[in-house]
């Protein structure tokens, strides 16, 4: 995809949406995403001037797009996950979607209702 230097043009003099829900932000949170905006924009132009295309969006079809998964937990395996994913570095989502894949992995090669696979 290539945009056209009249659209980079107007990417560079619109201002970012003014957001509702910046209303209630702190201001370190709107500086903070004025300056992505700007970066952006930016990295736009710096494409657009060095002659390269700017890449597509991701497209999802319906098998592979990503959906909403919600559970609830006790609180105590809340806190466990929450440590765990504090001392590995990374979100509790990042680590949720690991174990889970993980544990899936392991279940791959047991049949119908057997145990997983021990290593």
């Known amino acids: 995809m290539h945009y056209p230097q009249r659209k980079v043009a107007l990417l560079q003099k619109k201002a970012p949406p003014a957001q509702p829900s ?3 932000r702190e201001p370190s ?3 903070a995403a004025v300056r992505v905006y700007k970066a952006f924009n930016c990295w736009i132009t710096a494409q657009v001037d060095m002659g390269r295309e700017i890449p597509a969006l991701p497209h999802y079809d319906e098998e592979s797009k ?3 998964f919600v559970q609830r937990l006790l609180r105590s395996l809340h806190a466990s996950i929450q440590a765990r994913a504090k001392a590995e570095g990374v979100s509790i989502n990042t680590l949720v ?3 889970i894949a993980e544990g ?3 279940r791959e090669g047991a049949p119908p209702g057997q145990p997983a696979k021990k290593n």
Do not use: S
Request: proline share 7%; no cysteine.
């Open 22 to 24: 910046f209303q209630n």
């Open 29 to 31: 949170t709107i500086v």
């Open 66 to 68: 990503p959906v909403k």
């Open 97 to 99: 979607l690991a174990l």
């Open 104 to 106: 899936l992995g392991r």
